[in-house]
């Protein structure tokens, strides 16, 4: 994987700035209340041809339907930040929009551990491993 250039790098805060403050406001105006969407990260390819934006959704049960209709929406998105960023770009990058799901990564990690299903209070839970 190659280094991120700090063009790169401020191309990406740019487009993540903008990208985070678009989509609460699509959220407002279409109703849709409850939902936090945070932009994670902006990965912009080192020719400017593609912007990848990591989305974390919260509440998680929500996170489908609301990737759903950003989806839907992505150009609507790269046309507002391209107004937004007109005199701090030449051309705006395509837009992939992913779902970040690390933050559901760690809550299952953490409700592991501190869960009820601990291994180390209940030693039965790991019949498949050899006990000591």
Do not use: C, W
């Not at 991120?4 to 105006?29: F, M, P, S, W, Y």
């Not at 400017?48 to 934006?53: G, R, V, Y």
């Not at 609301?66 to 992505?74: A, P, T, Y």
């Amino acid at each position: 994987m190659e280094k991120e250039t700090n063009r790169q790098k401020k191309v990406g805060k740019l487009i993540q700035h903008d990208l985070a403050e678009i989509i609460q406001q699509e959220l407002r105006k279409f109703g849709k209340s409850g939902i936090i969407v945070s932009v994670s990260k902006v990965r912009v390819t080192s020719d400017f041809s593609l912007a990848k934006a990591y989305l974390s959704i919260f509440p998680n049960d929500k996170a489908e339907s609301v990737m759903e209709d950003l989806q839907k929406h992505r150009l609507q998105l790269k046309n507002k930040i391209a107004q937004r960023a007109k005199h701090q770009l030449r051309k705006m990058p395509d837009l992939l929009l992913y779902l970040d799901d690390s933050l559901e990564y760690i809550n299952n990690i953490e409700q592991a551990i501190k869960g009820k299903e601990d291994p180390i209070k209940k030693p039965d839970l790991l019949d498949k491993r050899k006990k000591l």
